[in-house]
C-alpha cells in the first residue's frame, strides 16, 4: 500500500538521497520516512519524536505497514534520537519553527560529523536557519518553495561545505532570489502587504519598530521589482 504524501512532504522526500540512512526529526505519524522505505528509496530510518501522542502514532503506522525492521521509532529529544549504530548519513528537521530548529541543531551538532545531508523545512525564521548552516560549514545545495493548503513553505537542503551569504540572501534564500518563482513572487508579495497592514497600526513614537517594518518592506520590494 502506497502512503500517500502531502506535497510538502513529497517535496522533501524529492530531495532524501537514495539508499541513504535517515533519521528524521520530529517525524510526527512517520509518513516520510515509511513512504521512502516503500518506495525503495533508503534502506533505513531513525524516527525521532519528542511528544508522547505523535511517537505512539508513527510506532502504529509502522507496525501497520510491518516496517519494523527499517524503521527505528525513538522516544527522544532531537538528536537524543540517534544512536551510535545507526550510520545515519542525511538528517530531516522539518514542520516546525526555523528557530526551533537551530536549537536542535545546535544542540546536536557533535553528532552531525558524519551526517552528510542536511534537508530542512522551517515554518518560519529561513534566514536564522540559513545563518546557522552557513556558521556551521554547511553549504546549501538546493532550495525550493512550496504551496501546500493555502502556506507556504521554503524547504532548504544543505551538505558540508562554506559559503557567505548577505543579508538579502540569508532573508530570501541565494537559489529561490536566483530561480524568482511565481509561488515566491506570490509568498513575498503577500508578506509584503501583511507587514504594511502592521506598519499602519504602530503609533508614531515607537520609531524603531516602525524604522524595523520599513526596512524590510523596503527589501521585499527591491527583491519584487
Known sequence: MKVQLSDRLQMIANLVPKKVHLLDIGSD?????????????????????????????????????????????????????????????????????????????EKGKEKLVNVDCLILQPNNCEDDVRAWLSANHFMICIETIVQDKGKFYEIIKAQKGTMHLSERQLRFGPYLLQEHSAIFYEKWRLECTKLEKALNRVPLDKSKERQQLVKRIKMIKEVLE
Do not use: W
Open 29 to 105: 505519524h512517520a509518513y516520510l520516512p515509511i513512504a521512502l522505505i516503500k518506495e525503495k528509496k533508503i534502506d533505513f530510518a531513525v524516527a525521532g519524536e519528542v511528544v508522547k501522542g505523535p511517537y505512539e502514532s508513527a510506532l502504529s503506522n509502522v507496525y501497520h505497514h510491518r516496517l519494523q525492521s527499517h524503521i527505528a521509532v525513538r522516544l527522544a529529544d532531537g538528536f537524543d534520537a540517534l544512536g551510535s549504530s545507526d550510520e545515519v548519513d542525511c538528517v530531516t528537521i522539518c514542520g516546525m519553527g526555523g528557530r526551533l530548529i537551530v536549537e536542535i541543531l
